[in-house]
């Protein structure tokens, strides 16, 4: 049975609160029928709240083995679960103080009804997409050379993924993947996404930079037309075109087209390419090979390679091996673990490269190494060891 305003006042008097009560005061009921577990809250900032005002989709994505998350059309968020200790109502029709303050007349009471309840909601942060995955699906077929893909057999389907079928497996968002496309060098062919062999790539990338150093060409203007028609006899225009976007960056000189490979980009090429052919290197000989391989006017640097090589100093003589910051763990104690495997004592220049990617949002990579390394000074430098005992694998 609902109460009265003055049972309402009766009932304040016996509890001794003062005050008095809004304009509007509001009696809560609970619903017939209503159950726990009904009814699922979620906490969304400001950009969640932009994006379903201007009609985007939130779309939660994951498998039974992933945590969830959350993805609008550009961003990413993870989603858990957070316990209150305040029971949440939700109820149709509720006005807040400010709104009750606002009424004008004589007081009056209004009856709400409490439609569901929970003692938990979901949370979401920000979050880096799930990309890792990317590298793993495209890597599974990657485009070798045109040879070999026309006698694919059809028996064995499309290779490759569309843009619908990688948004159902990977976690992120589609501007997101989108830029993850681009940044693995994967190009569509028939409308699916393919990675291309890194051999193959090479291939591509030593025809156009010998181009460029046999014509004499600025590296930082090499013109499109001529170089698609001096290469289409070796390789499809389509693909020098694409190897063209993937190592420069395109500009109008003179009314025509031309690309600027990028120096730093081509670099980290040649020296990936020269480091696949061994375990180690002599850096003194390998920086020598290094720089002659490049295209002319191109400078090499060690700064170049952060996160893809390794160099060992402490080795007479020093020698460099490759090390790609993609073949580590993405959980943030796996990655140190095996950090630690490698090495029981790192450099900090040398150890940064490969944990900055971990930072989230306001982390600093100095807070990273507090929590999981101890600090001490070896011959004068600084070196940072593991806090935890490391876990090595069982062979």
Known sequence: MARTLEEVQATLEAARISGGLL???????????????????????????KALAAGE??????????????????????????????????????????????????????HVQICGFASSFLETRLCKPGLRKLRALLGEMPYAVPEEESMRGEDLG????????????????????????????????????????????????????????????????????????ELEPLEPREMIQHCLECYGQRLCHLAEVHYALDEVRVCCAFAEMLLCASISFNLSEFMTVWSQSVPEGMHTDLVQLEGLVLVDRESL????????????????????????????????????PYIRDLCGEKQTVAALLTKHTRCSVHRGVKMYGARRPIHRPTR
């Open 317 to 352: 003589p020093p020698v460099i091996s490759l090390m790609r910051i993609t073949d580590l763990p993405e959980d943030v104690n796996e990655r140190f673990n095996r950090l630690f495997t490698l090495r029981s004592r790192w450099r900090e220049d040398d150890i940064v």
């Open 158 to 229: 499309p290779a490759g993924l569309t843009t619908t079928e990688l948004l159902q497996v990977i976690q992120s968002s589609e501007v997101e993947l989108l830029a993850g496309l681009k940044d693995l060098h994967a190009c569509q062919i028939n409308g699916r996404w393919r990675m291309l062999s890194f051999d193959y790539e090479m291939r591509l990338l030593g025809l156009i930079t010998q181009l460029v150093d046999s014509e004499s060409w600025d590296f930082r203007l090499v013109p499109l037309s001529t170089c698609l028609e």
């Open 57 to 110: 989709r939130l779309v939660v994505r994951g498998d039974h083995e992933e945590k969830v998350v959350l993805c609008t059309d550009s961003t990413t968020y993870m989603v858990r679960v957070a316990d209150t200790s305040n029971l949440l109502l939700v109820a149709s029709g509720f006005a807040g103080p400010a709104q009750a303050a606002e009424h004008k007349g004589a007081a009056s009471l209004a």
């Open 23 to 49: 304009p509007v005061a509001q009696s809560l009921t609970m619903a017939q029928g209503v159950m726990p577990g009904e009814i699922l809250l979620m906490e969304i900032d400001e950009t969640l709240d």
